[in-house]
């Protein structure tokens, strides 16, 4: 057998995963936290504090404070199991996420029945797994009938699978971390937009993400607390005249789920707090699925040293 062939053949673990169904995954995720929680005070620590600070969550209780608290191994686990589901060819239909992708594809199609002419910015928020997240987009870009659709990322490269190019060819991740090409990321999607008429970018994403660069924020209100987002969606958005249409995932008890939000016209002037009051909807409903629950300052942050 060659080198190349072997290379392709799944490793027992891989094989595991590839016949594992979504409730096996979360099952294998909180008995894996758990036993890492005994011998890792890191591990048990951190699924400690997160879940102490979602408790003015609504969606948190007590029931939920295993799945919360080992949220990170599933969304690892998950993100694996897609992975090689479009490695090997093997179990990549999700039921759940096509419906999502669906209905999105029909919001879409109804923003451009509405207000012809305009682009829409898809905007999945920072729920249950990113590479879900990528599945259900490029679901979408199949049901638009798109050869290509662009998705602003600020994860690492590769970080959806080794070449990520060739493993999910409809889509052109524009990499938010490219040091020699970020000044020339907002026009990248606008011309994406321009082109195309719709583009991904995630909204959602808390300042203190990116705080290793200079940036510029719009001050809302989240629960009932002054804060602040990054303008960036709103700044290109505001440009090309763009309809906002906001999501997220939800997971439980081995089942995927979304909520699709009423779209938002970037140009007006209270698109932002629109935006905020959806990411605070999206807390107080879903709290155990959030990715971004590992930080206590969430959307404060000082516009100025």
Avoid at 61 to 70: G, I, K, L, N, S
């Amino acid at each position: 057998m060659s080198p190349q062939v072997e290379a392709l053949r799944p490793r027992w673990q891989d094989r595991w995963l590839l016949a594992s169904s979504a409730r096996g995954l979360e099952c294998a995720a909180l008995l894996s936290w758990g036993l890492r929680s005994l011998f890792s005070s890191r591990a048990r620590w951190k699924g400690r504090l997160r879940y102490e600070w979602g408790t003015d969550s609504a969606a948190l209780t007590r029931a939920d404070v295993w799945r919360t608290m080992a949220s990170e191994e599933i969304e690892h686990l998950i993100d694996r199991r897609m992975h090689l589901g479009r490695l090997y060819g093997r179990g990549n239909h999700w039921p759940e996420l096509e419906a999502a992708a669906q209905e999105l594809a029909a919001a879409t199609r109804r923003i451009r029945s509405d207000c012809a002419g305009r682009p829409v910015i898809i905007s999945p928020f920072h729920y249950v797994s990113e590479y879900a997240n990528i599945y259900v987009v490029d679901a979408l870009r199949a049901k638009l009938g798109l050869t290509e659709l662009a998705v602003v990322s600020g994860s690492p490269r590769e970080a959806y699978g080794h070449r990520e190019d060739i493993l999910i060819p409809g889509l052109r991740i524009l990499h938010t971390y490219d040091e020699n090409n970020r000044s020339g990321l907002g026009l990248r999607v606008m011309r994406a937009l321009r082109q195309e008429g719709i583009a991904v970018l995630f909204s959602d994403v808390p300042p203190y993400m990116m705080q290793r660069y200079p940036m510029e924020t719009v001050e809302v209100s989240l629960s009932e607390r002054p804060a602040r987002l990054h303008r960036g969606v709103f700044s290109i958005g505001s440009h090309v005249d763009a309809v906002l249409l906001c999501f997220h995932l939800t997971f439980s008890r081995g089942r995927f789920g979304y909520r699709l939000f009423p779209p938002i016209e970037l140009a007006r002037k209270d698109a932002p707090q629109h935006v905020a009051d959806y990411i605070e909807e999206a807390y107080q409903r879903a709290y155990p699925n959030w990715l971004l629950a590992d930080h206590p300052s969430r959307y404060g942050f000082a516009p100025c040293k």
